[in-house]
């Protein structure tokens, strides 16, 4: 019966069914059937993700642990999309963090729902913060704040993921108990990473393209690594970027955020966003809700490439894989 289907059925390019709707898949309908109204839908992102992508494999962990070289799809590519020539100072960090999850009471759950909130001033004035606050994870990137800024954002921080380059500098910043997710762009990265888990003096810090944070207040057992598969797939399989030999090269990096929701698809049962998308069309409106630079400061970006990555995001929504909340993708 599959087969049918898939002979007649059309793609894109990236391997995305073409006519993309909210209908469920009978065998979801069947599955889901019988749970409350408003309940949360164990598998839900995934078996819609299947639905309208046949190539998208579920199992793929939040986060690298002590097996991690096992993970066969990131063994052989270089940072950002694998963490080849890291082996060893990984294997050193993960030996000193000792946790590799959510934690007891998150990864024990049946049914979790994730928000990743973005920074878009889309988020402003909206009074999303409580709706945001009901989601048992709860995802922030890089600075963005939270103090000052609950009504429209939330109060709870389950994980924040960052980069060197983006982690927040000033350590009475860091909110109380969220877990710092490192997510590496470079060789160099997982050094800088090595230094903030041995709280040791930071050296080396030629190879930064801005100011890096010189301590991060976090125990060992808080801190986690993201699995460099998210960004790999992302990349190339989702948003069709320029493979360049596995090489970070011109616009094949995706946004931190659009990372953030291929993790989801795999480790949330259900996926919301908030706080995504840019509106090109309003250049005077604030560009993120924290700050007062304006939309029309918004570069090309020689790293990314924010058009094709919204085309991918537009079919997650379509296909109603993820409720974006403040509807700016
Ligand atoms: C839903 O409930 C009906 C009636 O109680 C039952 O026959 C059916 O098996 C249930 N479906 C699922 C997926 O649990
Ligand atoms: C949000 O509301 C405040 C106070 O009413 C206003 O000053 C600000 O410009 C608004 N921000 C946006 C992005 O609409
Ligand atoms: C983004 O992708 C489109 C389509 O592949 C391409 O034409 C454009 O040059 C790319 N932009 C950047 C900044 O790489």
């Known amino acids: 019966m ?14 995305f069914l073409l006519n993309l709707d909210t209908k469920l898949p009978p065998e979801l309908v069947y599955k889901y059937g019988n749970l409350s109204e408003g309940s949360c839908k164990p598998g839900y ?28 799809k990131v063994t052989n590519y270089l940072p950002p999309f694998g963490f080849k020539t890291q082996e060893r100072i990984i294997d050193v960090i993960l030996s000193t963090t000792k946790k590799y999850g959510l934690g ?10 994730c928000i990743i909130v973005g920074n878009g001033g889309i988020l402003s004035n909206k009074s999303l913060g409580s709706r ?14 939270v103090s000052g800024y609950t009504r429209d954002v939330g109060t709870k921080t389950t994980l924040r993921i960052t980069y060197p380059e983006g982690a927040i500098q000033k350590t009475e910043r860091y909110e109380k108990d969220s877990l710092f997710v490192f997510s590496a762009f470079k060789p160099l990265d997982f050094k800088w990473l090595r230094q903030m888990v041995f709280k040791e003096k930071l050296q080396g810090t030629e190879g930064f393209w801005k100011s ?11 801190i986690r690594i993201l699995n460099p598969y998210f960004i790999q797939e992302a990349a190339f399989q989702f948003i069709g970027l320029p493979q360049n030999n596995g090489l970070m090269g011109k616009g094949n990096i995706p946004t931190l955020g659009t ?14 966003v908030a706080g995504f998308g840019y ?16 939309m029309s400061a918004i570069k090309e970006s020689w790293t990314h490439n924010i058009s094709k990555e919204k085309e ?3 079919k997650l929504v379509k296909a109603n894989i993820i409720t974006d909340l403040t509807n700016g993708i």
């Open 2 to 15: 599959l087969i049918v289907i898939f002979l007649f059925a059309e793609f894109d390019k990236q391997g």
């Open 45 to 72: 992102a995934a078996a819609k993700m299947s639905a309208i992508y046949p190539k998208f494999n579920k199992p793929a962990s939040m986060f690298l642990d002590r097996n991690f070289k096992r993970l066969a």
């Open 104 to 113: 007891p009471d998150l990864d024990s759950l049946s049914c979790k729902r």
């Open 132 to 145: 945001i606050d009901e989601y048992d994870v709860v995802i922030r990137l890089n600075e963005a704040p």
């Open 212 to 222: 890096v944070a010189h301590f991060v207040p976090r125990q060992p057992s808080e």
């Open 259 to 272: 990372v953030a929701i291929t993790m989801a698809l795999h480790n949330c049962d259900e996926v919301a």
């Open 279 to 294: 509106d090109m069309n309003t250049p005077h409106a604030p560009l993120h809700y924290y700050e007062t630079v304006k």
């Open 312 to 314: 991918f995001l537009r």
